[in-house]
């Protein structure tokens, strides 16, 4: 489906161990993904509400990610508007046949401290 609205790249770096080091500590690496047409759309007062007494993390963005998208988002590392966010709580994903526009999942993100 083709739709007006249009989405922006966005930047997912998906953790992946590769190891532990000598201390039993895992050793990750970041493989860089860039994934197009993601609405990005600050988190509704609910959502900041809803977020904050579940998990103690205020969503300040909250991601639809385009359908067909197989890619892991808790818990990442993303990137968009020059800062980095990081996805957190689980993905809200609806049924594709169901939804209109080109979008099935949405992804709540905070402000990247790391």
């Known amino acids: ?3 007006v609205i249009k989405g922006i790249p966005v930047i997912l ?3 992946q161990q ?3 080091d000598a201390f039993n500590q895992p050793i990750n690496v970041y493989e ?3 994934v197009s047409n993601v609405l990005v ?3 509704t007062p609910e959502e900041i509400v809803t977020s904050t007494e579940l998990s103690g993390k205020k969503a300040v963005y909250t991601l ?3 359908k067909g998208d197989a890619n892991f988002w808790e818990g990442q ?3 968009f508007f020059g800062a980095d966010w990081k996805a957190f709580g689980f993905s809200i994903m ?3 046949d169901n939804i209109p526009l080109d979008w099935n999942k949405k992804v709540m993100v905070e402000r990247y401290a790391g």
């Open 77 to 79: 590392r993303v990137r």
């Open 64 to 66: 639809a990610i385009p």
């Open 94 to 96: 609806g049924i594709e």
């Open 1 to 3: 489906m083709t739709s």
């Open 18 to 20: 590769i190891g532990v």
């Open 13 to 15: 770096y998906e953790e």
């Open 32 to 34: 860089k993904k860039v």
């Open 41 to 43: 759309y600050p988190s």
